[in-house]
């Protein structure tokens, strides 16, 4: 089980101010405020100091004035509380902060907040966090329902957090940018991606677990969601569970891990979504567009098509189950470009919706209880991890093929070049499937290319040239939502104008 160590407020010294006196030139009381407290939203009537602490926080201000709002401890710390919690891109914030107080009232008269990281390093990790959000945020299309939304962030945050042991990774920074964390972590990360898509999302805590999860709005109802105890431990490329997504009170209370004592958050009392189709999936639930959704059912053993409108699947392929020892299907699910792939225990596969029709693209001759456990696509290849087990780290990493559209490509043949006074013309055959050609210049002592230019026929011309030789390399490319992807390199042509 994860846990995350609770933090217990704690007065570490103390000196007193005289009644009236609003000078202090050196903060000398300190004091630790929980940010573990994500519970409830602020119910304070104080809100005109709520305002002014939140927009210092916001400046990372080096002390706030705050005497003028009658201010207790208590107030500040359910303030500050209530800040962190619903504020995940103030990742900066510690739970320390120094104070000055008078000593017959106990109202604080200035705060000094204690700050992570300096201002510059600030400015430069917000903008990180933004196109970490961005990031995911593009992908989504605004026709997509509220729970299509929330799945496919809760997937993206599930496989691109790993889930760290050490309890100071915290933030929503740590989860998006860096790409590990604890169970706060996670929260706060669906909770920012969550509420730029205009999402209703709460974080939740219980002591007794020792952890913090999220709960999530759809359609007026309220919702758990756990992708901490959702993301596989340890961390296996294309694994992501959906135990925990869209359950009710009821539900999470008697699932596979309970769920207890926890406080914050909405009722839950809706069931609608407790026996939602994704819960068989062990992998990413890819969408094709508003209406469909692909995914494998790894009770079933079957990759399907969803329809969002009917509530209906209908059957893609069998995905043979072969893992050994193991009553479990652990195919991951990924896509590149129009095509999905997904992979058995000692092969990959390939779907292409277009034509209908499935390859396979791979097939390993492994020993023992070798077994693919994890898949994914890396800088357009696609990667198997290979192990002994889903609950062990694998051993080693195989590139499978190439991914996506750009798999069809083959690297231009017959590329050959003439010369004709300033001008080098190169030709090579057609590719089948290309949409066009992109012409590169060759640098054989550093293996770089620089493109010259693009076409559409396989033919180029290079005008204009001093004198001296030429190298070139050309490469067919498809479009892919107005984006080229390409295939392979060509082999090399020198070429010389004298």
Same mark, same amino acid.
């Given at each position: 089980?994860?846990?995350?160590?609770?933090?217990?407020?704690?007065?570490?010294?103390?000196?007193?101010?005289?009644?009236?006196?609003? *000078?202090?030139?050196?903060?000398?009381?300190?004091?630790? *405020?929980?940010?573990?407290?994500?519970?409830?939203?602020?119910?304070?009537?104080?809100?005109?100091? #709520?305002?002014?602490?939140?927009?210092?926080?916001?400046?990372?201000?080096?002390?706030?004035?705050?005497?003028?709002?009658?201010?207790?401890?208590?107030?500040?710390?359910?303030?500050?509380?209530?800040?962190?919690?619903?504020?995940?891109?103030?990742?900066?914030?510690?739970?320390?902060?120094?104070?000055?107080?008078?000593?017959?009232?106990?109202?604080?008269?200035?705060?000094?907040?204690?700050?992570?990281?300096?201002?510059?390093?600030?400015?430069?990790?917000?903008?990180?966090?933004?196109?970490?959000?961005?990031?995911?945020?593009?992908?989504?299309?605004?026709?997509?329902?509220?729970?299509?939304?929330?799945?496919?962030?809760?997937?993206?945050?599930?496989?691109?957090?790993?889930?760290?042991?050490?309890?100071?990774?915290?933030?929503?920074?740590?989860?998006?940018?860096?790409?590990?964390?604890?169970?706060?972590?996670?929260?706060?990360?669906?909770?920012? *991606?969550?509420?730029?898509?205009?999402?209703?999302?709460?974080?939740?805590?219980?002591?007794?677990?020792?952890?913090?999860?999220?709960?999530?709005?759809?359609?007026?109802?309220?919702?758990?969601?756990?992708?901490?105890?959702?993301?596989?431990?340890?961390?296996?490329?294309?694994?992501?569970?959906?135990?925990?997504?869209?359950?009710?009170?009821?539900?999470?209370?008697?699932?596979?891990?309970?769920?207890?004592?926890?406080?914050?958050?909405?009722?839950?009392?809706?069931?609608?979504?407790?026996?939602?189709?994704?819960?068989?999936?062990?992998?990413?639930?890819?969408?094709?567009?508003?209406?469909?959704?692909?995914?494998?059912?790894?009770?079933?053993?079957?990759?399907?098509?969803?329809?969002?409108?009917?509530?209906?699947?209908?059957?893609?392929?069998?995905?043979?189950?072969?893992?050994?020892?193991?009553?479990?299907?652990?195919?991951?699910?990924?896509?590149?470009?129009?095509?999905?792939?997904?992979?058995?225990?000692?092969?990959? #596969?390939?779907?292409?919706?277009?034509?209908?029709?499935?390859?396979?693209?791979?097939?390993?001759n492994l020993s023992g209880n070798s077994a693919i456990y994890g898949l994914y696509i890396d800088d357009g290849h696609i990667m198997a991890q290979i192990g002994i087990g889903p609950h062990k780290a694998p051993s080693k990493t195989r590139t499978v093929?190439?991914?996506?559209?750009?798999?069809?490509?083959?690297?231009?043949?017959?590329?050959?070049?003439?010369?004709?006074?300033?001008?080098?013309?190169?030709?090579?055959?057609?590719?089948?499937?290309?949409?066009?050609?992109?012409?590169?210049?060759?640098?054989?002592?550093?293996?770089?290319?620089?493109?010259?230019?693009?076409?559409?026929?396989?033919?180029?011309?290079?005008?204009?040239?001093?004198?001296?030789?030429?190298? #070139?390399?050309?490469?067919?490319?498809?479009?892919?939502?107005?984006?080229?992807?390409?295939?392979?390199?060509?082999?090399?042509?020198?070429?010389?104008?004298?």
């Amino acid at each position: 089980m994860k846990l995350i160590k609770k933090i217990v407020s704690t007065v570490a010294a103390f000196v007193m101010m005289f009644t009236g006196t609003l *000078v202090c030139d050196i903060p000398q009381t300190a004091t630790e *405020v929980s940010a573990e407290s994500y519970v409830m939203p602020y119910k304070g009537g104080n809100t005109e100091a #709520y305002k002014t602490i939140l927009k210092g926080l916001k400046n990372m201000d080096e002390k706030i004035s705050v005497y003028k709002y009658d201010l207790s401890y208590d107030e500040y710390a359910e303030i500050l509380e209530h800040i962190l919690m619903n504020y995940p891109e103030i990742f900066y914030v510690r739970a320390e902060t120094e104070y000055t107080y008078y000593e017959k009232t106990g109202n604080l008269v200035v705060v000094y907040p204690t700050y992570f990281y300096d201002e510059d390093t600030v400015k430069t990790r917000r903008k990180q966090l933004d196109a970490a959000v961005n990031d995911i945020i593009k992908d989504i299309d605004s026709s997509w329902s509220d729970v299509q939304k929330a799945l496919y962030v809760h997937d993206r945050i599930a496989l691109g957090c790993v889930y760290s042991e050490d309890n100071d990774i915290r933030s929503a920074y740590e989860a998006l940018v860096v790409g590990d964390g604890v169970c706060v972590a996670y929260a706060m990360a669906y909770k920012l *991606v969550l509420d730029k898509l205009g999402i209703g999302c709460v974080l939740v805590l219980s002591d007794t677990m020792n952890h913090c999860w999220n709960m999530v709005e759809i359609d007026g109802s309220w919702y758990h969601v756990d992708i901490t105890w959702d993301d596989g431990y340890p961390d296996l490329q294309g694994q992501v569970y959906h135990d925990f997504f869209l359950c009710s009170d009821k539900d999470i209370k008697s699932g596979k891990e309970p769920h207890k004592d926890w406080y914050g958050g909405k009722k839950a009392d809706s069931e609608k979504y407790d026996n939602g189709f994704w819960r068989s999936s062990g992998s990413q639930i890819i969408p094709e567009n508003s209406r469909y959704s692909y995914y494998i059912d790894s009770e079933k053993n079957v990759l399907y098509r969803y329809d969002w409108i009917k509530g209906s699947k209908g059957k893609v392929t069998a995905v043979p189950e072969e893992w050994k020892i193991w009553d479990y299907n652990f195919s991951r699910l990924v896509y590149a470009d129009g095509i999905y792939y997904y992979s058995t225990a000692n092969s990959v #596969y390939s779907y292409d919706p277009q034509a209908g029709k499935k390859s396979m693209i791979k097939k390993y001759n492994l020993s023992g209880n070798s077994a693919i456990y994890g898949l994914y696509i890396d800088d357009g290849h696609i990667m198997a991890q290979i192990g002994i087990g889903p609950h062990k780290a694998p051993s080693k990493t195989r590139t499978v093929g190439k991914a996506g559209a750009a798999s069809k490509l083959i690297a231009p043949e017959s590329f050959k070049g003439s010369t004709k006074g300033t001008s080098i013309t190169l030709t090579w055959d057609k590719v089948s499937g290309a949409d066009g050609y992109t012409v590169y210049y060759y640098n054989s002592s550093k293996g770089t290319v620089t493109e010259a230019g693009s076409v559409k026929t396989n033919k180029f011309t290079d005008s204009g040239l001093k004198k001296g030789k030429y190298q #070139y390399k050309v490469r067919a490319y498809v479009l892919v939502n107005g984006k080229k992807v390409y295939g392979d390199l060509s082999s090399v042509v020198s070429k010389s104008i004298k």
